[in-house]
């Protein structure tokens, strides 16, 4: 597997020791409050399971599923909600986790389907946030890694489904588009 990585970006000190900076940094903030954690599936699950262990505050985590719309491998915007939580939000503080926050366009998305449902406050907490490549203007409200333009994958990120269980995160070799 490891064959077509490049370089690592993201050692796996450097990611558990980020992640554990944004678990006290979020134990503050929600500190006395009711909070769901709100993991994006997939790629969020590395990340969020680790944050979810440095937030030092009683919580409640759930997930859901969302897809863009049509064969496109380009985003439209569109998405569409393949797994929804399961209860109301309307009384908790929801925090959402992703992997990555690249055009923006999903979290610009699930922000406005999650207001609309009338939560106590909706935030995004980020691992990475490549911001060159911006549609829509959204900044999460925490973020571990500010990152060049280049495909990452590892530590949930994915290359066709691949990748994820990579303890770091890598750059591709072009060699790994190109095998498929
Ligand atoms: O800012 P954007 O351009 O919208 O891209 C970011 C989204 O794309 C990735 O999800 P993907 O659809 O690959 O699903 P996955 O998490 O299952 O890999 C990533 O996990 C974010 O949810
Ligand atoms: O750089 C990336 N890697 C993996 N998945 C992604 N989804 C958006 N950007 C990326
Ligand atoms: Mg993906």
Same mark, same amino acid.
């Given at each position: 597997m490891e064959e077509y990585i490049a370089k690592v970006l993201i050692s796996r000190e450097e990611l558990a020791k980020r !992640? +554990?900076? =944004?678990? +006290?940094e979020i134990t503050r903030d929600y500190a006395g409050k009711n909070l769901l954690v709100l993991g994006i599936l997939k790629g969020a699950v590395p990340f969020m399971s &680790? =944050?979810?262990r440095e937030i030092r505050l009683p919580l409640a985590y759930d997930f859901m599923a969302l897809s863009s719309y049509g064969a496109s491998t380009q985003s439209s915007g569109v998405v569409r909600i393949l797994k929804d939580l399961e209860r109301s939000v309307e009384d908790v503080h929801i925090l #959402?986790?992703?992997d990555i926050v690249d055009t923006g366009l999903t979290l610009n998305y699930l922000i406005a389907n999650l207001k609309a449902?009338?939560?106590l406050s909706v935030k995004v907490a980020t691992l990475l946030d490549k911001a060159g490549r911006r549609k829509v203007? !959204?900044?999460p409200d925490y973020n571990c890694f500010s990152?060049? &333009?280049e495909f990452v994958v590892? *530590?949930?990120l994915d290359f066709n489904e691949e990748y994820r269980? =990579?303890? *770091? #995160?890598?750059v591709l070799k072009p060699e790994a588009y190109k095998s498929i």
């Open positions: !992640v +554990a900076e =944004l678990g +006290a &680790d =944050l979810i #959402i986790t992703e449902r009338n939560p203007e !959204v900044s990152i060049p &333009d590892g *530590y949930g269980n =990579l303890p *770091y #995160i890598g």
